[in-house]
């Protein structure tokens, strides 16, 4: 049986949950911070997901992951997208690694292990047809460009890993997308 995505109610708690990580970045960086557009349009293996698009800040969940998760998702994906729009904020795109030092550091601030990997079972959630398959561990690691770069990346077989750590995803051939550097581990 596939699971459901979440309801409006636990919606409203995944919000409150982004906008309370945001504030407390406010309050321990001394600055303001936009809230950023909050969606729960993601599907397949992907958690959570932060993009900058026209212009706009946007963190997208995966409303079947946080229904079968959501207690381990409230606590981890949220700071962790939260995470990566704060660095996006502060150090701006250029030379910033996805999970690197400043992704890391901003975890720390804000209590929460900067950890890229999860073991999610995904049998009973809805996947998403691919157009071409993500190899794990191979997305920033390999130099080359690749059509998206999901946050909690299960390899093949199910077992998912995050191995491959999960950038800033933008549009293929974007200038954005073409600054991020090479060699990333996660
Ligand atoms: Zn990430």
């Not at 397949?44 to 207690?71: C, S, V, W």
């Not at 975890?107 to 900067?114: D, K, S």
């Not at 950038?167 to 991020?180: F, K, V």
Request: charged share 25%.
């Amino acid at each position: 049986m596939t699971v459901k995505p979440i309801n409006q109610s636990r919606q409203r708690q995944v919000v409150a949950a982004t906008t309370a990580c945001i504030l407390r970045a406010e309050q321990l960086f001394e600055r303001d911070f936009l809230l950023p557009h909050i969606r729960f349009d993601l599907s397949g293996r992907i958690a959570g997901m932060y993009r900058l698009r026209h212009q706009q800040h946007e963190i997208r969940y995966n409303p079947y992951l946080f229904e079968k998760y959501f207690d381990d998702n409230l606590a981890n994906t949220v700071p962790h997208e939260v995470a990566h729009y704060l660095v996006a904020e502060m150090y701006g795109w250029r030379n910033i690694r996805p999970h690197g030092t400043q992704w890391q550091a901003v975890m720390l601030r804000l209590g929460v292990a900067p950890q890229v990997t999860c073991r999610y079972d995904l049998s009973d959630i809805p996947q998403r047809r691919q157009r071409r398959p993500v190899r794990p561990g191979g997305l920033e690691g390999s130099g080359r460009p690749v059509r998206r770069r999901p946050d909690r990346l299960p390899p093949y077989g199910g077992r998912p890993a995050h191995a491959a750590p999960a950038p800033h995803r933008q549009r293929p051939g974007s200038p954005l997308y073409r600054l991020l550097p090479g060699k990333q581990r996660g």
